[in-house]
């Protein structure tokens, strides 16, 4: 009788095979787990916009009027800032206590200028609000991209924010930047020391922007289509459809890097600035409309029907977008 072999082990070539099935099927794996994240991300986003929707319609509820995009005050006193626009407060300040930030909201003083920075406890009357520019809200994060927090020397500090107020569809101050129709401004939710009602939206507020998502930028530059969660107030503007290859016209320009690869800004002068909305979603951006629903918009919307999305009273034919 012939004795019975049993092998015992592999052979090198049927390991090799076992480990290119693996391969494969981590291969064809990946691509589904990375959306289900990004899937995930995405819906974090839109909950995230949809409660600043929440927030900004109970402060309606509360004033009769959308927050100010910003606040410039020239006659506090400068304690050594300097220009004006130091001394400005935004949006996000007042929605505070509606995004269950009350004790931050009454930590800040609101007598001395919330944009001035000083670190903290170099001016004591200012602890409040240097708390409040350097604390991470994950609210204010999209999981896509994510807060950033720059902090410059001299006791500057930046808390970057991925949402930004509609400013309307033309540039930073509402210019009308030609006789065309589409480069005409009408209106917007937010602009600076401009306050305005619901019933103002004579658009309907499921065809009108509230919030658009930027991208918040990795190197120490302010500006670009960024700015800051307190203080320094930020701004979008539905000029340019979502994540246009179209350079941001700023006063200052953020070094490339800042715009994490967008490519760099023209300088112009402020009155000009157009910063448009971005994101790392694949695709397009996450908004919040006026009614408060969310809504993914693609990069490939019409140049129209988006500047007519940012408008508040252009009476724009929108359709489905």
Known sequence: MHSQWRRKAFTLIELLVVIAIIAVLIALLLPAVQQAREAARRTQCKNNLKQLGIATHTYHDTFNLLPLGKLVSAAQPNRGCGSSWYHETNWYVALMPYVDQGPMFNAI??????????????????????????????????????????????????????????YGNTNFTAQSLSAAPTDTFWGAPFGNGVRVKIADINDGTSNTALFMEVIAPNGTGFDGNIADVVGRAGCVMGRNTPNTGTFELSEVCPPTTSLNGIPGCTQVAFQQEVFNSRSKHVGGVTVCMCDGSVRFVSNNIDTNIWRGVSTTRGSEVLGDF
């Open 109 to 166: 003083n609101s007598t001395e200028p919330v944009g001035c920075d000083h670190g903290y406890n170099a001016a004591a009357p200012w602890d409040g609000n240097w708390r409040a520019k350097t604390t991470k809200i994950a609210l204010h994060g999209c999981p896509s991209d994510g807060i950033k927090e720059n902090e410059f020397t001299g006791g500057w500090a930046r808390l970057r924010t991925n949402y930004m107020p509609n």
